[in-house]
């Protein structure tokens, strides 16, 4: 086996290696798009990709594919100064059984590759089944940073019962959610999350965003005052490419008052929006989140399925 940049005629095959890897992750989560289950869409993809970045190969003795890595050069990665390079969870793949091997041989290479372009993030999606790969990247020194889950758009199963109220919010209720969402974007520069610091979105800019069909928020509410919500988006989709279609609707945003949890507000919230899509004929709920934010990991994992797995690491001599 060896490794060589990549050359497009491989296209059919890397789309191939990609495609089965896939089916396995929707056998494990039926609910989940089947869109580039197609290898001419994975091919689409790849080429797109490979136009913007040089990307590697492993190739056998015999002229058979092996694995194929590219990425993308991703400036202020994060909300931070650091640039990054990025393989999405379709910009990779390896033969089964032999992962490890191809995998840090690929690595190997990209990596030059990377620090040339002065990436001082090296960061990864994975799809969630396969744990052979992530046993490569941890040993290669990446941990897990973000996760994209999916459900079916089904009410939740165990009954919800809430003494606050829930309904879906209105364009009066801008004001409300803007204010929210700053006490939101405050949680995450906390202990122990640690993100880079980010401004929630103002009242203006939630009337457009209510106003586009398929796009909701959904709010908890003691008497007359909201003490939490439940964003969702069903346009733009800044997630793991796998769970986009349009019969699944994302949830981008959530935030219940620290007094108020415990309370099932927000399973109160996600049962009723569930319940409101699952009537508009959406098929599948999408929502991620960082690992390492105790609250959302602990809420989602109960009622979602994870499909993917983003892994970052931080070399200590880059760039």
Same mark, same amino acid.
């Given at each position: ?17 990609? +495609? ?46 092996a694995g194929y890595m590219g990425w993308f050069i991703v400036d202020h990665f994060r909300g931070t100064h650091r640039r990054a390079a990025y393989v999405p969870e379709w910009g990779? *793949? ?24 002065? &990436? ?47 309904? *879906? ?15 939101? &974007? ?19 800019? =939630? +009337? ?18 909201? +003490? ?19 019969q699944t609707i994302r949830i981008n945003g959530a935030f219940v008052r620290p007094a108020y949890r415990g309370r099932r507000a927000a399973a109160a919230l996600l049962d009723a ?18 690992? =390492? ?24 001599? &880059?760039?």
């Amino acid at each position: 086996m060896k490794i060589y940049p990549f050359d497009p005629k491989y296209l059919p095959q890397a789309a191939e290696l990609f +495609v089965q890897n896939l089916a396995v992750q929707r056998g494990a989560a039926p609910s989940l798009s089947d869109r580039l289950e197609h290898p001419h869409r994975a091919a689409t993809k790849l080429a797109q990709l490979f136009q913007r970045s040089p990307g590697v190969m492993a190739v056998e003795d015999d002229g058979r594919l092996a694995g194929y890595m590219g990425w993308f050069i991703v400036d202020h990665f994060r909300g931070t100064h650091r640039r990054a390079a990025y393989v999405p969870e379709w910009g990779h *793949a390896a033969l089964a059984g032999r992962r490890p091997d191809i995998y840090r041989a690929l690595y190997r290479t990209a990596a030059e590759q990377w620090r040339a372009a002065g &990436c001082d993030v090296h960061a990864i999606t994975l799809l969630a089944h396969d744990q052979a790969a992530q046993q490569v990247w941890f040993w290669n020194g990446f941990g897990l940073l973000v996760v994209d889950a999916v459900r079916p758009m089904q009410p939740l199963a165990t009954p919800v019962h809430t003494d606050l109220a829930v309904r *879906a919010a209105t364009l009066d209720d801008a004001a409300h959610l803007a204010a929210l969402d700053a006490e939101h &974007c405050q949680h995450y520069a906390r202990s122990p999350i640690f993100m880079a610091p980010r401004a929630g979105d103002s009242a203006d800019q =939630f +009337v457009p965003f209510l106003s586009r069909p398929k796009n909701s928020v959904w709010l908890a509410l003691d008497g007359e005052q909201p +003490v939490g919500f439940l964003r969702f988006e069903g346009y733009d989709f800044d997630c793991a490419a796998i769970v986009q279609s349009d019969q699944t609707i994302r949830i981008n945003g959530a935030f219940v008052r620290p007094a108020y949890r415990g309370r099932r507000a927000a399973a109160a919230l996600l049962d009723a929006a569930l319940r409101h899509y699952a009537g508009r004929g959406f098929t599948c709920c999408a929502v991620d989140f960082e690992s =390492f934010n105790p609250e959302a990991a602990v809420f989602w994992m109960r009622y979602f399925e994870p499909v993917a797995f983003s892994l970052t690491r931080v070399p200590e001599t &880059c760039p």
